[in-house]
């Protein structure tokens, strides 16, 4: 089984513009994170796909690989897809740029899944940690996922999932952490499914997977890290690393 890792990177993020260039403790934030990846050991190939020069040469300039796109693309699955296509592999891994406390230890969680997956019942893996702080819930930026009994996603949202109607239920809240393992079969069959209104309305790509059926185990991590959405983010990144 091949496995590579694909770190989708844009300039222009809406939350935090240049992001992904701002400086954690003496690193860019992207090279932080292409570091952390190749760090695992787990990938044959790690790469950056980025419609940006700056983030190109970045990467390119420390010694790791970079690709630039080709075309527009609306997430990060299909910048993804556009650069796989002609790529020898069975399952990628997609870590996010702004991810730059991505350990092994999660990831082996997340591969393991495929590893005992003999029938290819499973399109997509990815981590979830349960949050228990009531701002992190309510926060929209924090993606939440509710689960079936065997752990396959049932549905992601901005908003708190479940909602505690009951407030004598013990409910248990999952951030989803922004890491994904494809099939590569899956992934390509992302790029030719149109959105539809869930995933147009919550702005959360993997619900499209969910919409055309596809199959996505959660797997459960203690880890939490900091994705670095907002300044206020990369302020609590800082006092982490050091």
Same mark, same amino acid.
């Given at each position: ?45 790690? !790469? ?6 700056? @983030? ?13 796109? @080709? ?55 990815? *981590? ?51 890491? !994904? ?11 030719? *499914? ?28 203690? @880890? ?15 006092? *982490?690393?050091?």
């Amino acid at each position: 089984m091949k496995v590579i890792a694909m770190i989708p990177a844009r300039y222009a993020a809406s939350r935090f513009p240049a992001k992904l260039m701002q400086d954690l403790a003496g690193k860019t934030v992207i090279t932080r994170t292409y570091e952390a990846t190749v760090a695992t050991g787990l990938f044959s190939e790690v !790469y950056v796909v980025t419609d940006s020069t700056i @983030i190109f040469d970045e990467i390119t300039s420390n010694g790791g690989k970079a690709i630039m796109s @080709i075309k527009e693309h609306e997430s990060g699955s299909d910048r993804i897809a556009e650069a796989v296509t002609n790529v020898d592999c069975d399952i990628i891994v997609n870590v996010q740029g702004d991810e730059p406390f991505t350990e092994r230890a999660s990831l082996e969680k997340v591969l393991s899944v495929f590893k005992h997956d003999k029938d290819k019942a499973i399109d997509l893996a990815s *981590l979830m940690v349960e949050i228990t702080d009531w701002d992190e819930i309510e926060n929209p930026n924090t993606v939440k996922v509710i689960v079936d009994q065997n752990n396959f996603a049932l549905y992601f949202s901005r908003s708190p999932i479940p909602y505690p109607r009951d407030k004598s239920v013990a409910s248990r809240y999952f951030k989803h952490k922004g890491i !994904y393992a494809f099939r590569k079969e899956a992934l390509l069959d992302f790029t030719v *499914l149109p959105m539809q209104f869930l995933e147009a309305t919550e702005k959360i790509e993997c619900i499209r997977y969910l919409e055309y059926g596809k199959r996505i185990k959660m797997v459960e991590t203690d @880890i939490q890290g900091v994705e670095i959405d907002t300044p206020e983010d990369l302020e609590r990144a800082k006092k *982490l690393w050091k």
